[in-house]
């Protein structure tokens, strides 16, 4: 089974247009589905039917698991059956009758102007290290971009003639403007941050840690995680927090659907409905 996962994560690598996020949370749950199968005695796909299949759904519900990461878990499934057909290496969808657990659609946090205020204030102006960490948390929050497109950004993506930086997610780019105030934060950085953590001269990532090497998913978080305790105690601030305040702002403000929907990248209609609930407007998509 290991070399039938293998093989579908590179297909859909190159196949679909799924974020590294999405390949790798997908290659992770096909792992933890063979090593239930081994534990069961199946060793072989073809062996693993529909009960077989519920037993393991069973399993996660019972481990206390997530709806949303049971959800995922049900279409790492699919598409990895999907790919078994398509190769010939099964003839009948063992999974085509099973339905994923139903997600309970909770309202998108949103921070009050205060609290926005609060957390960029923070980190502080002096010192490299905060200097950086103010310019993450005001980019996040001023231009709402997804934290895999913020490390993702390297150095010829930020234009400071422009005021623009072009965010990149799998195969897909989008160039977005920045706002005069986020500019200074990050000529800042360039100028009194990122020479003092750099290491090595020919380095292409533009947000970069104390080693000197590209920022982390996970070091974005514990940026955030570290400032949102300091300044909204019991707030859990993530940058999904900072996406979903920044539309409410927008749309607030009286800006167009489309256009918030355009500024977020890939925001979905009914999730811009939602903050637009959020802010109080009437306006829909």
């Known amino acids: 089974m290991e070399n039938s996962i293998k093989s579908c994560v590179s297909y859909l690598k190159s196949a679909k247009s799924l974020s590294t996020n999405t390949l790798i949370s997908y290659e992770r ?21 529909e009960q077989m299949i519920s037993r393991y759904i069973d399993r996660l519900v019972a481990l206390g698991k997530a709806p949303s990461t049971i959800s995922r878990c049900v ?104 706002i005069h105030s986020c500019m200074l934060c990050l000529q800042d950085y360039l100028r009194l941050s990122r020479p003092y953590l750099l290491r090595e001269p020919d380095e292409k990532a533009f947000f970069i840690n104390s080693n000197g090497k590209r920022l982390s998913r996970q070091g974005i978080w514990k940026i955030l995680k570290k400032y949102s305790q300091e300044a909204c105690p019991g707030r859990n601030i993530t940058p999904y927090t900072l996406r979903h305040t920044l539309a409410a702002d927008l749309i607030k403000s009286g800006t167009d659907l489309e256009a918030v929907q355009t500024a977020l990248g890939n925001s979905t209609k009914s999730t811009l409905n939602k903050y637009s609930r959020c802010s109080g407007a009437d306006n829909k998509l």
């Not at 792992?31 to 081994?38: C, I, K």
């Not at 499934?77 to 099964?90: D, K, P, S």
């Not at 609290?115 to 948390?137: F, M, Y």
């Open 75 to 178: 279409a790492s499934l699919r598409a990895y059956y999907r790919y078994l057909i398509m190769q010939g290496m099964i003839e009948g969808n063992p999974i085509a009758g099973l339905e994923a657990p139903k997600v309970e659609k909770k309202p998108p946090s949103i921070l009050t102007n205060q609290e926005v205020q609060l957390l960029i204030q923070q980190p502080g102006k002096t010192g490299p290290k905060s200097i950086r960490d103010r310019a993450i948390i005001k980019l996040l929050y001023r231009t709402g971009i997804k934290v895999t497109e913020l490390v993702s950004l390297n150095m010829d993506d930020v234009s400071e003639d422009c005021a623009t930086i072009v965010c990149r997610e799998g195969r897909k780019s989008r160039e977005v403007p920045i």
């Open 29 to 49: 749950d096909l792992r933890q589905y063979a090593a239930f199968l081994a534990e069961q005695g199946v060793r072989e796909t073809c062996q693993a039917g």
